[in-house]
């Protein structure tokens, strides 16, 4: 808390000085908690755009210079030097593993790997073309079923031990949505595979012939999986965070975050970058969509573009541009969506509207070229995404049950109905 205070006073003459949460970095946090008690009234903040919900010490972005810390630490530091596991520790903990931590850790996540062999059946329940997230979803959300009596959400331990199993199972669960598509057997994880690796086995292997994981492949899955891992109060977590505050089973919770991740506006966006430049096809219709995003009367949006926080480049767009080069080399692979997503990406920054607006490509505008390159399918691109964002969840989710200031989320509104009137029979209406 700091001792600077803003002064709100109401239409009366009435004042009050409302306190300030001074954070470690970024802007002043003014607390309202008592604005409705002082004067019987509201504060109106649709899409929480300047709201904070919680105190986090995990992610801090800063939007305006296009910057992104896990608990201090660069994206860009995490990607060249650590590992996506590594990353899920700091994530939790707070702190860089050393060795002995580093290794315990990663063999807790190799032993939970698994799935009970009954939640294979879901599988089956579902049409073979079911869209992926809607299978993560569903399989997901029945994890409440196998560990809803021994998950203790008060107890620390139980608490990290639905971590290791939510960060273990993601890989393994996302892996058979994809084999369900497929018409393919499912693949068990192998524990002598680093995480990207084992995840790559169970996407591609195949019981009839012996799988080799390309090393390049498996660095760029990880990378990327670090570049998704978190991002502070984004939707999907601050959804697991409200139901968290309920009380709810944690792996419930999780289903809650994977449900709101899928929307276009948020992780289903690589999805529909991909989509949207195979519909535009070739660089010649890109000033022809540019200015359909820019006309107000036209759906049509840039996908891939704008942020509600970075008002300038998403680093995060900026690593994976960058990788897309090398992991296309790497694979030798010509990809005309790249060149496209380039031309658009220049002619878009080069346009007043897109300057005043300070749209920038986002963390989805490039990583669906990785993915595809990676041989993974458009309708696994978000999949992709809560694979690497369940870190996030669980994190922000243990942050929130460890929080002494936590209770229920319940957001108020205005009401804008009619006003209290007498049943009226139906003969009379
Ligand atoms: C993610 O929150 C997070 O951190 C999310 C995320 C994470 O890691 O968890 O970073 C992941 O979700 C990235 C965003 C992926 N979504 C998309 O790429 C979809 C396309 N982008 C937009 O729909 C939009 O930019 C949002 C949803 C990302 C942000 O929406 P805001 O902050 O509510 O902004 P807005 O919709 O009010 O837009 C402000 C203006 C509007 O114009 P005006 O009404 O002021 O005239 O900018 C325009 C919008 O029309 N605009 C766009 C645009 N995005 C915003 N115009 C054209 N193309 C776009 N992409």
Known sequence: MSDKTYTLTSPEGKSIELPVRQPVLGQDCIEIKNVAGEFGAFTYDPGYAATGSCTSEITYIDGS??????????????????SFLEVCYLLLNGELPNQEEKTKFETCVQNHTMIHENLKNFF?????????????LGVVGSLSSFYHDETDITDPESRNLFAARMIAKIPTIAAAAFKRNIGQPFIYPQNNLDYASNFLNMLFAVPAEEYEVNPVAAKALDVLFILHADHEQNASTSTVRLAGSAGTNPYAAIAAGIATLWGPSHGGANEAVLNQLEMIGDMSQAEKYINKAKDRNDPFRLMGFGHRV???FDPRAKVIRSYCHEVLNDLGINDPMLDLAMKLEETALNDDYFAEKKLYPNVDFYSGIIYKALGIPTNMFTVLFAVARTVGWVAHWQEMMADKEMRIGRPRQVYAGPEERPYVPVEKR
């Open 65 to 82: 210079a296009g910057k992104l810390l896990y608990r201090g630490y660069t994206i860009e530091d995490l990607c060249a030097n650590s």
């Open 124 to 136: 089956q329940g579902f049409r073979y073309d079911a869209h992926p997230m809607a299978m993560l």
């Open 310 to 312: 970075y008002k300038n």
